[in-house]
């Protein structure tokens, strides 16, 4: 994890630009309680928790930009208040005299603007334009970066999103999906302030939610600092100015909150290295006994990469054509299966940028060998299924298409073709 300023045009994410750029654009509203920054109270200001719930609603840009400076307006006015009453009453109270008054609630509401779509190239030609100007292991789109080369769009991952926030609003704790890498610079004009845990800890972070009765991973969490120092668990507390790029290391827990008014854009970044891919795999294998969708098809992806790319690692390399033998083991397990049962698979190219398939039941990913339902396949809907949840419906498969998506024989080769490369030199062209 480090913190480094970053020459971006901030000016292109301002809210004044957002607004004239793309007002109409879907804003994600989170609805929580404006908290000191390093605690979490329960409503009543009685107790603190771990559990830190906030309601969903939508928004616009436009809307939220009202909202924003109106919210802004409104503590000019507050500030200038509480002077004038100081000077009457000349008497002192330090900050901190008021930031403890406020434990006890009630704890004023915000709203936090959140998970705002960027991707769209026409919409956000210059703001993504300026973005591709940041070095490339920060970049979105980079022959080193590990999502560049999923094939397809993953939403939030290899594209942007950009929040917009007022003093209070949070991030409450998680770690990125499948342990990839974040990169998050701050618009401004205020600060945030952030908190993380070394990824080691994600284990003890885990067992702190799970005694206070919430999911790790699904779950909405605002990590007790002094329950961290108790276990003994290290945790990074630092100020993100405006113009300050955070990026936070594979698997990274983290969570925090704006300080003043400020806008964020962040997207997520796996660099080509043994321990990124060690560390998404186990999360991917973690998500499937968990009931947890892996949002990058981490099957798919080492597919691509034996394809696309050479692998000097030999770590990396081992693990990758360890991943690749699994699934052409599993590929011809369900292939002789099928055969027994008299089941033919039929024929349907992979088309080039099809995303990777997942199982409209359990969510796993379903790679090559695709159980669709008779109905949906005559609609040309093709709603997918894994091969344990199809026939946990129809033990036979009575009812189910079995779609092909590659040849066994093109598998075989590029399996075979994957091959560790050569060291590359410094001094190579
Ligand atoms: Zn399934």
């Known amino acids: 994890m480090f913190v480094l300023s970053v020459s971006v045009d901030l000016g292109l994410f301002s809210t004044k630009t957002l607004v004239e750029a ?16 390093d605690e979490n109270w329960d409503a009543s200001g009685q107790r603190k928790q771990w559990r830190c719930e906030s309601i969903r609603s939508y928004t616009t840009i436009a809307k939220y930009a009202q909202y924003q400076a109106a919210s802004f307006q409104e503590s000019l006015r507050e500030e200038n208040e509480k002077k004038g009453q100081k000077e009457l009453s000349d008497s002192e109270t330090t900050s901190s005299e008021t930031v403890s008054r406020r434990h006890k609630g009630p704890f004023k509401q915000v ?7 960027v991707s769209d190239e026409k919409k956000w030609k210059l ?24 094939g397809h769009s993953i939403l939030g991952m290899n594209t942007v999103q950009l929040f917009m926030k007022v003093p209070g609003s949070r991030t409450p704790g998680h770690q990125e999906h499948n342990n990839f890498c974040a990169v998050n610079i701050n618009i401004g004009p205020g600060d945030c302030e952030w908190f993380a845990v070394p990824e ?6 885990s067992e702190f939610c799970e005694k206070n009765n919430i999911n ?34 594979t698997g990274t827990v983290h969570w925090g909150q704006a300080i003043g008014w400020c806008n964020n854009i962040w997207w997520n970044v796996g660099p080509l290295t043994a321990y990124q891919y060690k560390l998404a795999v186990e999360r991917y294998e973690w998500n499937k006994l968990q009931s947890v969708k892996s949002m990058v098809p981490m099957v798919h992806l080492s597919w691509n990469m034996a394809r696309n790319i050479k692998v000097s690692d030999h770590k990396l390399f081992e693990m990758i054509k360890f991943c690749l033998l699994r699934t052409l083991k599993q590929c011809q397990t369900i292939k002789e299966a099928l055969v027994a049962a008299g089941k033919e698979t ?43 949840c199809a026939r946990k419906a129809s033990s036979d498969l009575d009812g189910f ?19 560790l490369a050569p060291a590359l030199h410094s001094s190579a062209s």
């Open 22 to 37: 793309n007002p109409e654009q879907l804003v994600e509203v989170r609805t929580q309680l404006c908290q000191p920054a």
């Open 111 to 117: 709203k936090f603007g959140t998970n705002i779509d």
């Open 127 to 150: 703001q993504l334009q300026e973005l591709s100007k940041l070095p490339a292991f920060a970049r979105v789109v980079s022959a080193g970066n590990l999502l560049s080369h999923v």
């Open 200 to 205: 080691p800890y994600w284990g003890v972070m």
């Open 216 to 249: 790790f991973l699904k779950g909405s969490w605002w990590p007790n600092l002094e329950d961290l120092y108790e276990a003994n668990v290290p945790v990074y507390r630092f100020i993100q100015r405006p113009g300050d790029l955070v990026w936070l290391n």
């Open 346 to 388: 039929v024929w349907h190219r992979r088309s080039r940028d099809e995303p990777a398939h997942y199982c409209s039941i359990c969510e796993v990913e379903v790679f090559n060998l695709l159980f669709v339902t008779s109905d949906s396949y005559s609609r040309k809907s093709c709603v997918v299924q894994c091969q344990d």
């Open 401 to 419: 298409v079995v779609l092909q998506q590659f040849r066994m024989e093109d598998l075989m080769q590029v399996y075979d073709q994957f091959s």
